[in-house]
């Protein structure tokens, strides 16, 4: 008996030409309507493994790890500088959907930069800011701002330690005045010393010590203060059991 075979269904030539303009693998160079162009990996039509980015209006360039359609892993971004027209590295370092995330490097300008910890293109945790003044911040962030535990260095070789809170001095801290040779010890609200002890500190190397240094202060009895004070504590214990008990 003769075989008859089903002739295989054609594709609308549509189609093909879909399948074929689907954006997957490597691509040379991709333009956007707007002028913005892409050079590097793709999948489902998404931006996606190493790739370059370059936006026309502004010149910008992203070097660097995509994750369907955003900067996620590491890679660069960097602007054209209108004086000297070449690029300048604006930030190097981790980058987590589109925001700096992690680790990272950013340039304010040539003696400005930050190094430490991101979180939402924000610095946040543990981070360097070297000021084009020649201040240099060290300690922890959180929304842009030091924020916690930290030490600023000033250029002349002074710096506090201690508290800050939103960008400023905030709880206990000590500032040393080493041009002076003094060290202050207390306590700051809202970046404003309220109250605090000042005694001498590397006197003898400081470059513009005051005239006179300051006095030693000393108890003229200081074991007789110490059983006072022992006696008053213990006879307020003895008062707080006698309330307990009745």
Known sequence: MPVSKCPKKSEPLW???????????????V???????????????????????????????????????KRDGYGTLSLPDRETGKYRRVY????????????????????????GEWCGS?????????????DIYEGHWWKDKPHGEGMLRLKNGNRYEGSWERGR????GRFFHLDHGQLFEGFWVEGV?????????????????TQFPIPELKLLDPDGVLQDA???FSQTQEEGEEEEGD
């Not at 189609?15 to 160079?29: I, P």
């Not at 956007?32 to 209006?57: F, I, M, P, S």
Request: hydrophobic share 25%; with cysteine; proline share 3%.
């Open 193 to 209: 010393a309220k109250c605090g002890t000042v005694i001498d500190f590397g006197r003898d190397e400081a470059p513009a010590p």
């Open 92 to 115: 190097s370092g981790w980058w987590d959907r589109d925001k700096k995330s992690g680790y990272g490097v950013q340039f304010f300008g040539p003696k400005e930069y930050y190094e």
């Open 15 to 29: 189609k093909g030409w879909d399948d074929r303009a689907q954006k997957n693998g490597l691509r040379h160079q």
């Open 230 to 232: 022992l006696a008053v």
């Open 169 to 172: 001095k905030h709880g206990h």
């Open 122 to 134: 924000q610095r946040c945790g543990w981070g360097r800011m070297y000021y084009s003044n020649g």
């Open 31 to 69: 333009y956007a309507v707007n002028g913005d162009h892409y050079a590097g990996e793709w999948k489902d039509n998404l931006r996606h493994g190493k790739g370059t980015q370059v936006w026309k209006k502004t010149g910008a360039i992203y070097e660097g790890d995509w994750k369907y359609g």
